[in-house]
């Protein structure tokens, strides 16, 4: 049996048109997993150890990696014959991996505005006095 491949863009497309079509909340429970994971025909002892792959926190419900990571391996498993890895290779978890949020726009916060410049004032001079 061959090991996982890394996921082509087209393959994460339909993950996530997939995940977009079931998730509720920013996480899939297991029974809208399980029916969106049985449409493989694959075996149940299968699809439990996919569960048991992806579900990696053990809440009984898939986050968008998740989710992500069981379809990767369903797709695997049917596709090219691979075999349900005891646990993900790094370079297909990093693949499989939703690109995080860019970073903040820094805000523009105007400086506040610099203190006038005190002129320095020289002691006044007396006028010179008329001479008696």
């Not at 996921?7 to 994460?12: N, S, V």
């Not at 029916?35 to 898939?62: H, Q, Y």
């Not at 349900?84 to 970073?103: D, E, R, T, W």
Request: glycine share 6%; with cysteine; aromatic share 6%.
């Amino acid at each position: 049996m061959a090991g996982l491949s890394l996921p082509t863009p087209d393959d994460l497309v339909t993950y996530d048109q997939t995940w977009a079509a079931h998730q509720s909340g920013g996480y899939m429970d297991g029974n809208s997993a399980r029916e969106v994971l049985a449409k493989s025909n694959l075996p149940n002892e299968t699809l439990g150890a996919i569960w048991f792959l992806a579900d990696a926190d053990g809440d009984m419900r898939l986050s968008h990696l998740e989710f992500r990571v069981a379809m990767h391996v369903v797709m695997q498993v049917v596709r090219a014959g691979a075999a349900v890895p005891p646990q993900m290779p790094p370079a297909v978890l990093q693949a499989l991996n939703p690109a995080p949020p860019p970073p903040p726009a820094p805000r523009y916060v105007p400086s506040p505005p610099s203190p006038q410049p005190q002129l320095c004032r020289a002691p006044a001079i007396p006028a010179p006095r008329p001479s008696p």
